[in-house]
């Protein structure tokens, strides 16, 4: 009888999580079908295919508002047979991408870029893990039922959103190709890394409005500076032939960064706290994590200066292509 009461009251909350959760996988079906659908690039089908007159017509077809050239079969095979031996180039390898990466003047980039974006992920996501400290700042959290403690989290979290992290992603887009990419993130390191060091060695001095503030303006200089430029500029700065690889790799240096932020910091921060401590009693050694995350952003600093500036280049003068262009 028991089980059967359990069974009536939990089924119609099952459903609803079910029915919820494949929903979200609605968005990503529909995505992935333009993904497997939409034509390549010009630019790939030139500078990696080789296929010159297919590259041209689609050229031709984009500027006439089509998705897709149609050439001649015969005078593209023709083409291709003619130029071939001239347009040979190696396989797309592992061992080319190495290749191509083991000269300090590319690899120099690809550090920057998965460097800036690993530093950048482990204070991101980290200072995410300290979210609950800032909301019971500013009244909150808690609840006198699990509704009410889920709502004010969602409302405070909202607030902390559009108080820092929105307004400067929008300034970003006010400003991204007018100072440019490399300057914006060079300033967003620079003064996380001084944030970062006030909440780190004056947490104890700071209040709860101070440190609400400190936290606003880390939320601003993270998407004014590297939480927008970091995913930007690796899908700019490399070579047709490389640049999907590269931005793989940069991106997945920042998860990996994640990652840390979530297995190392998130215990690291309760160390020596007592049991039942609440508050700024529940991290104790918060105040080192923020230190830690000020030599991380000041890590971030240094990488960025390996990036090239890629405003207002077109993919020709980053890719080496035509004369005058500098790092």
Not at 151 to 166: E, F, Q, T
Not at 228 to 235: C, D, E, K, L, Y
Not at 281 to 299: G, R, T, V
Request: one cysteine or more; a positive charge.
């Amino acid at each position: 009888m028991a089980n059967h009461h359990v069974s009536y009251y939990l089924t119609p909350y099952a459903h609803d999580l079910t029915s919820s959760s494949g929903f979200g996988a609605v968005p990503g079906c529909i995505a992935l079908y333009y993904r497997l659908t939409i034509p390549e690039t010009p630019r790939y089908t030139f500078d990696v295919a080789r296929d010159v007159e297919k590259a041209g017509t689609d050229v031709r077809a984009y500027i006439n508002g089509k998705p897709e050239g149609h050439p001649d079969e015969i005078a593209r095979v023709t083409t291709m047979v003619q130029a071939g031996p001239a347009l040979e180039i190696p396989k797309a390898s592992f061992k080319d991408f190495i290749h191509h990466y083991s000269q300090w003047k590319h690899g120099k980039v690809l550090l920057g870029t998965a460097g800036s974006w690993f530093f950048l992920d482990v204070a991101f996501y980290g200072l995410g893990l300290n979210n609950s400290i800032i909301l019971a700042a500013i009244g909150w959290t808690g609840g006198s039922t699990q509704y009410e403690v889920f709502r004010k989290n969602a409302i405070g979290n909202l607030i902390l959103v559009c108080a820092g992290a929105i307004p400067g992603y929008w300034v970003s887009v006010a400003t991204i190709d007018t100072l440019g990419r490399k300057t914006i993130q060079i300033m967003g390191f620079s003064i996380l890394t001084i944030l970062f060091v006030i909440i780190g060695f004056a947490y104890h001095k700071l209040s709860g409005h101070a440190l609400l503030a400190l936290y606003v303006l880390a939320q601003f200089f993270f998407n004014f500076g590297p939480n927008s430029t970091t995913f930007i500029v690796p899908g700019e700065c490399f070579p047709t032939r490389y640049r999907s690889t590269s931005h793989g790799f940069s991106a997945a240096s920042g998860k990996v960064g994640a990652i840390i932020a979530q297995v190392v910091f998130g215990p690291l921060r309760t160390r020596g706290a007592k049991p039942g401590a609440k508050g700024r009693d529940a991290s104790p050694w918060l105040n080192h994590i923020m230190e830690i995350f000020a030599l991380f952003m000041l890590c971030g600093l240094l990488t960025s200066f390996l990036i090239p500036e890629t405003k207002r280049k077109t993919l020709e003068e980053l890719a080496g292509e035509v004369p005058g262009y500098v790092f």
